[in-house]
């Protein structure tokens, strides 16, 4: 995968140019026995709680179902320091956690709780590397401790409750390794599996061995996936496209309803977290891909740029938060675990 994606990819590719080649120094592991690796937790305060304008949670209303949440790469930028994210760096903790914990995760603060593991994510300018020891090496690091927190939130967290995955660009480069090497080989952990929203990467039909995509709302034990593009732009052509990549569609989360209008929005979320946007858009899935029309808000008809992969999540933020508390309940009820 290529990153373009203006000016700031233009410098990253430099950055890949002249440090390609030096060794790769591997900061230390985390250990998540202990809170600060972790972005967000039940025993911890963190911006997952967060809840858009006014509004705040309710504890009696959520399920009894956990959320393992992996995070897209906050490293990117004056923070770099090498090739995988130093997690003694406060500045990067923050920057991850003010925003796409905030904006991101906290979807799912009124469904379950939330398990967000900080990890040595891969520098964005890794994407560009070509294939090869090194690439693999940022990679590895940083999957392992995916793995790592997700083995160690299943031993010490997890209590036998079901769970849903979601990740984001490359947490979902991560979330997709995870599925196949470590959800599909158990059968016990995979029928815990309410469902996985594997966002903002390409993710094929045939991705996994026994997880399939799903096909209507209510489905559980299935995957979602979706890349966001304004309609009237064709996507960046590091963008695979064909049908035999899964397009869901976040206003109908229906495979036979490939269309939807801005009736179905239920509500976008912006940077600043203190308004939903209601009606925003439209949508309509075509060739692997989620279009939609440019999002109705505030002097949105400045918005010049037209792939909207940051957004992928707050574009349809009430949308994927009431779909997940409906795969919940379904879940729950289908398997007898709500009596």
Same mark, same amino acid.
């Given at each position: ?15 890949? *140019? ?10 230390? !592991? ?12 039940? =025993? ?10 006014? $509004?705040? +949670?309710?504890? =009696? ?39 796409? +914990? ?6 799912? /603060?009124?469904? #379950? ?12 300018? !890794?994407?560009?590397?070509?294939? $090869? ?41 991560? #979330? ?14 995979? =029928? ?11 993710? @094929?039909?045939?991705?996994?061995? @026994?997880?399939?995509? *799903?096909? @209507?709302?209510?489905?559980?034990? *299935? ?35 490939? @269309? ?6 239920? $509500?976008? +979320?912006?940077?600043?977290? /203190? ?17 939609? *029309? ?19 999540? /707050? ?20 398997? $007898?675990?709500?009596?």
């Amino acid at each position: 995968m290529k990153i373009k994606v203006g000016l700031s990819a233009f410098l990253s590719l430099i950055l890949v *140019c002249l440090l390609y080649g030096q060794n790769i120094k591997t900061p230390p !592991a985390p250990n998540y026995s202990e809170l600060k690796y972790w972005a967000a937790h039940p =025993d911890k305060d963190s911006p997952v709680l967060a809840v858009p304008g006014k $509004g705040s +949670i309710n504890s =009696d209303e959520l399920y009894d179902v956990d959320v393992f949440y992996i995070h897209p790469t906050s490293y990117t930028g004056k923070d770099r320091k090498g090739w995988n994210a130093d997690l003694r760096n406060s500045y990067l903790n923050d920057k991850t956690d003010s925003y796409v +914990i905030k904006n991101q995760a906290s979807i799912f /603060n009124q469904v #379950g709780l939330i398990y967000a593991p900080r990890y040595r994510q891969a520098f964005i300018g !890794a994407y560009s590397l070509p294939e $090869g020891e090194n690439r693999n090496l940022i990679f590895n690091t940083a999957y392992s401790d995916v793995k790592d927190a997700f083995l160690h939130y299943l031993k010490y967290f997890n209590e036998g409750k079901p769970f849903i995955l979601a990740t984001h660009s490359q947490g979902t480069t991560h #979330g997709k390794r995870l599925m196949k090497e470590v959800i599909e080989v158990d059968p016990q952990l995979l =029928d815990k599996l309410v469902v996985a929203y594997l966002v903002g990467m390409d993710v @094929k039909q045939n991705e996994f061995e @026994k997880v399939k995509p *799903c096909n @209507k709302p209510n489905e559980t034990g *299935c995957f979602t996936a979706w890349r966001t593009i304004r309609k009237d732009s064709p996507p960046p052509s590091y963008y695979p496209i064909g049908n035999e990549y899964v397009a869901t569609n976040p206003l109908t989360w229906d495979v036979e309803k490939t @269309k939807a209008t801005k009736k179905a929005h239920m $509500g976008a +979320i912006l940077k600043r977290f /203190n308004k939903v946007h209601t009606h925003a858009l439209n949508s309509e899935v075509k060739d692997g891909i989620l279009y939609v *029309c440019r999002p109705k808000f505030p002097f949105s008809f400045l918005l010049k740029w037209t792939n909207y992969h940051i957004v992928d999540y /707050n574009l349809f933020y009430y949308n994927v938060q009431s779909n997940a508390r409906l795969r919940a309940a379904t879940y729950l009820q289908k398997t $007898g675990l709500n009596n």
